[in-house]
């Protein structure tokens, strides 16, 4: 399983960006969560959003509820997070991760799959 993020970059506070997650040897089960977390430095990694891939629920984060949408194309195995109205406390390593329980879905634990990371800057 392969998890390849992108999209990231610097940007200044008010500004919008759009990550994207793509997937490889993974198979979307249907019951299972995708999500994005996120890690500042000196600070825990933290869930930030997640989907679940069979019935398209989602789950956010409170400091990014109503800011943040996170999204899937299931023909094309690849996760989007769209960011809006960033602030600086969103400056981040931002991170995909696959096959996840989604009662827990913010808990980094029930995640098996990770991606590299991409870095988000606001200023």
């Known amino acids: 399983v392969q998890l390849v993020e992108s999209g990231g970059g610097s940007v200044q506070a008010g500004g919008s960006l759009r990550l994207s997650c793509a997937a490889s040897g993974y198979t979307y089960s249907g019951s299972s969560c995708m999500g994005w977390f996120r890690q500042a430095p000196g600070k825990e990694r933290e869930g930030v959003a997640a989907i679940f891939t069979g019935r398209g629920l989602t789950y956010y984060g409170d400091s990014v509820k109503g800011r943040f949408t996170i999204s899937q194309d299931n023909a094309k195995q690849t996760l989007y997070l769209q960011m809006d109205s960033l602030k600086p406390a969103d400056t981040a390593m931002y991170y995909c991760?696959?096959?996840?329980?989604?009662?827990?879905?913010?808990?980094?634990?029930?995640?098996?799959?990770w991606g590299q990371g991409t870095q988000v800057t606001v200023s």
């Open positions: 991760a696959a096959d996840g329980w989604c009662p827990n879905w913010g808990d980094v634990t029930q995640y098996p799959y």
